[in-house]
């Protein structure tokens, strides 16, 4: 006889009959106590629909469990036999739905996060949310296609278009600026300036008019480049001779600037590339060249280098951070989720 046990039953295949395993408990109380009527009071059950309840065990078994020993009961060798496999598997059945019980509490405690932009923020975020809640717990992972990740309780990402944007999630959009050293390149810099506001710089649509792309909707990007107060604009066509920091691999960032300057006819020369920001915005900041740098949420580039506004059009794109609802109901990561958007809010000064 081959017994299967579950959460709520056990069966029993040989006869294809199910034993409830409130049945089973009653029993194993019986077998300990010897004594239907005192195990009656102990279950809080009336005596008659404790008897029922294991004369209708023994005939679903097909076997006898209890037998008379004066005025009152015993185990048959088969009950002994049975109450001790039982005892086993109604245990491991009570562990598991304890173990269950926690598991599923530490996991909705777990605030799952899919981090594939602005990093930087999330983990000074979480950073800043573990000084105020120090038994919080999270699990930040980094992938491209969410479907090949556990589900999130937030998702914060570049819209690439390649995925629709997540239902309810806040947007922030922020320029893509040129980070240029302030040592060693100051010259270079000034004079790079100078070209931008000459009438014949830059890239050139129609070379006998020197006529330059983008027209209104570029005279608009660097005007308000210029407003914004953090220098003036710098067009890339003065920066062909430049060597470019970039970060490598498929980056949804790299691929929106190397596209955008495919569109102005504009190859930048990379000089050099790591798949880590710090790293980029290190090697700027020793003057080993230029690079492209979110305005917000890279966060500041340090005392060796600055940004300033690209005059081209374009160079703009879209964080989404989206409170997702594939990992359930988790308060913890709501209450982390308005946190988050705090902190975005108070990097783009909204």
């Known amino acids: 006889m081959v017994i ?116 930087n923020i999330v983990v000074d975020a979480v950073a800043e949310w573990r000084t105020q809640h120090p038994a919080a717990k999270f699990q930040i992972v980094s992938s491209e296609t969410a479907s090949k990740v556990e589900p999130c309780d937030i998702e914060v990402r570049m819209q690439t278009g390649k995925t629709p944007e997540a239902k309810g999630a806040r947007l922030f959009k922020e320029r893509i600026m040129l980070a240029v050293p302030t040592t060693n390149g100051d010259e270079t810099e000034e004079r790079a300036l100078r070209e931008t506001k000459e009438p014949d710089a830059g890239f050139r649509d129609n070379p006998e008019k020197g006529e330059r792309p983008g027209g209104e909707e570029r005279d608009i990007a660097a005007s308000d480049a210029l407003a914004n107060g953090r220098g003036e604009a710098i067009s890339l066509a003065q920066m062909q001779n430049s060597g470019f920091i970039m970060l490598a691999g498929s980056r949804n960032i790299s691929n929106l600037c190397l596209s955008q300057c495919a569109k102005l006819g504009f190859r930048p020369t990379i000089a050099f590339e790591s798949d880590n920001p710090s790293v980029v915005r290190k090697m700027i900041g020793l003057g080993l060249g230029v690079g492209f740098w979110p305005e917000h949420s890279w966060g500041e580039l340090g005392a060796g280098a600055r940004l300033a506004p690209i005059l081209e059009p374009g160079f703009v794109r879209t964080i989404e951070v989206a409170r997702t609802r594939h990992g359930g109901s988790n308060e913890q990561a709501d209450e982390f989720y308005s946190f988050l958007l705090q902190r975005f809010e108070a990097r783009w000064n909204i």
């Open 4 to 119: 299967y046990h579950h959460f709520d039953v056990i069966i029993q295949e040989n006869e294809g009959s199910a034993v409830e395993l409130l049945q089973l408990r009653y029993f194993l109380e019986v077998a300990e106590s010897e004594h239907v009527t005192h195990s009656a009071q102990k279950l809080r059950v009336s005596q008659p629909s404790l008897t029922q309840a294991i004369s209708r065990l023994e005939r679903e078994l097909g076997v006898q469990l209890f037998e008379p020993e004066g005025r009152g009961i015993r185990l048959t060798e088969a009950g002994r036999f049975y109450s001790k496999r039982i005892a086993k598997a109604v245990g491991e059945i009570d562990s598991a739905t304890s173990e269950l019980a926690r598991f599923d509490e530490e996991r909705s405690s777990i605030v799952r996060i899919n981090v594939v932009s602005a990093s």
